[in-house]
């Protein structure tokens, strides 16, 4: 079991960019493990003693994990009987969607929680073809069919979405481990969440991490969790307090949340009197499908036209007037176009033109793009100029700021990297210098929900910020179709 000890030692003071001390009578598993669980990208960071909150790296050395799980067939299995796939994480079982896209899971938290008859199910299926979605059998929330899953009949099970997640966060925790060294047994985790996330979906995470051995300790928000992350180097004034928009724009949704950052003198034990920080969410607002995701739609978009308009395509065309649909709901064609509009996607972030190429697309095709420029991505994104604002705007007003009051706006996410979105939130918060870039766009959400973490578990001194959250997330109940026609009779 982890230890929870309040210190009895007296604080041992560190300066330096973490302001983390840890207490000398800590136990040695006293670690802390944040996730910062993404629709692409899963980051985590480690705090025990000894380990002053650090990355955890993939086995590849990466600071990142691509959020996803896949199956490579064992191929030694006996006729009728079951045998155990290869199971791959991250970038390789992305990989692996070219050959295997049936038993390729990435981005599921945009089904955790979710009913197979939700539109972000349809949506998950309209993105990876090949996979099979079926109700968990207790619950009607997501499952996928799966020869690799063993239970029900040889080659005939499924995972529940949480079970899959679950393998993801053992990996990390099988990462984490290997950093903090023998003996270390990671149990207690912090998740950092979006605002907007309901209940069933933080129930089905909390689900997914206790399959996985974890125990949840507490879920932050994202912004909020960028907030922490900034304060812990910075001190503010009590009679003036500093305003913050965090801006997050990851792969599959885009927030903005209103901080207050306040210096607050109170009371300490005895005659004393200390100063703490006070990092509190006033507003937020937000876009649950705005994000980098989208944005490659419109590149896989242009790649398929460009595809079926290529002479080689020539001939299947004429064979199937329906090939661009035929090519969207093939997994493998899919998946290998997904992964090229993704490339090209962040190359037109740095360089104004480029091209795709792709081995093999479809039916041995090789493709070979035409140039495929800025400008003309830029023209497609006109049409999102105002979602990408307006999560701004909507937490401006919820929190009841002025846009004249906030000090800078913090960028956070991927995504912020292209430059159309760059150039709309400096557009609508007066100039480039009201944009701050003080906080790793990848790892300060991370960072800020484990010192969080440590915070929490007691085991650790650390800069006391205190923190208010706000929950915006709400409970969607369901009724059954037939219930429901059975009420009206
Ligand atoms: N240089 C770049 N230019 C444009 N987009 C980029 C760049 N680098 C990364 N991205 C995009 O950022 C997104 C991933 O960002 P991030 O890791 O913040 O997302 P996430 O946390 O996984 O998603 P979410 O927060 O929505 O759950 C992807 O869509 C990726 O294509
Ligand atoms: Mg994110």
Known sequence: MTTMRPISAPPVALTG?????ISSLASASAAVLGIDFGQEFIKAALVKPGIPLEIVLTKDTKRKEAAAVGFKPAGNGKEG????????????AVNLAARFPHDVYPGLKKVMGQHVEDDSVAAYSTRNPAVSVVPNVLRSTVAFQSSSAPPAGYGKGSFTVEELLAMQFKSIVHNAEALAGANTRIRDVVFTVPAFLKAEERSSLKLAAEIAGLKVMSFVSDGLAVGINYATTRTFNESSPEYHIVYDMGAGSTTATVLRFQGRGIKDVGRFNKTIQEVTVLGVGYDTELGGDLFNQKIFEILLDDFVNNPKAKGLLEEDPNLKNTIRTNGRAASKLWKEATRVRQILSANTDTIASI??????IDFRSSKITRAVFEELL??????????????????????SEVNTLIVHGGAVRTPFVGKKIEDIMGGAEKISKQV?????????ATFKGAAESRAFKVKEIRTQDIGTFGVSIKYKKDAEAKKGM
Not at 359 to 364: G, I, N, P
Not at 440 to 448: F, I, R, T
């Open 440 to 448: 790793n766009p990848d790892e300060s959400a991370v960072l800020g």
């Open 359 to 364: 081995e093999s697309l479809y039916k041995d």
């Open 382 to 403: 006109a049409q999102y100029e105002a979602r990408i604002t307006k999560p701004i705007i909507d937490a401006i007003s919820n929190a009841n700021v002025a846009l």
């Open 17 to 21: 960019l973490l302001l983390l001390s």
């Open 81 to 92: 009987e079951f045998a155990y796939p290869e199971r791959l994480y991250g970038a390789d």
